[in-house]
């Protein structure tokens, strides 16, 4: 019977996803994707990992276990630079460590990623495939490119950027609570993914001393914003080192430049109302300020 692949839809697949199933679909092999993330899944994960982990891990710590006994093969790419010599976080290097412990190590295909993508998917291809070429076709079909949204500020009242990890932010209930939250009080919402990469990968000023690549570009997407927009929401998950780093810098600054500055930090314990309350309040100083 053909092998399976399990992935999971947490952390990178937020960014990379559509890159790998498309580069499994290519390549014809077989390939299982975890659920939109629900309460069984964070439980499962909650359940399973440290207390001490962020909830972003305890989520991808669910998918695994999810998949676990569906799959042959769970891929957990271990993507140290995803570009130039900027980390991902640790805690995202460590998974594939955390799978072997979940799952044994025989069932864990973990390609190391430094910047070059193509060799490890290639070298990945040959342990299902003996052509090379349809190895090479399938990377290059899979690799589209990503269209950016064309903003436009000048016509809109109203206006907020919500700044967070993708994986924190494409999530339904999340989606709902946040974006949900600032569009019912009348604001346009802007995220940093709709930003193109040249703004995010930006290495002027501080930005320049910051060697997480996520890091870095929350910041370039924290200075892009804060002349354009009329207020900033940056929402993080507790236990999140880097992000209460960055989230420290933005709320300085926001400060100096008068620019209006939420923070939430959630975990498997915060409520949606508590969220929606305070963003509700923020909103309403906003619009104070505007005299609206
Ligand atoms: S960057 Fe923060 S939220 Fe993301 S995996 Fe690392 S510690 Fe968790």
Redesign the pocket.
Known sequence: MKKRIGIIRA?LYYRYGNFFINFFKYLGINYLISPETNKELIDLGVKNSSSEV?L??KIACGHLLYLKDKVDYLFIPKIIYPYEKLYT?P??MGLPTIAWYFCGKKKIISPTIKRNFFLPLFFLGLKFKKNPFKIISAYLKAKEKKENKKLSFDNEKLKVAILS?FYNIYNKEIEDILIGTFKKEGFSVYLKDDLDEKILRKKDGFAKNIRWA?ERELYNAFKYYSDKVDGICFF??F?????SLIGEMMAKEAKEKKIPFLTIIFDEHSGKEGMITRIEAFCEMIKKKKSL
């Open positions: 952390l962020c972003p891990l976080c805690k995202m990890h996520f993080f998950s236990a999140c080192g880097p992000d």
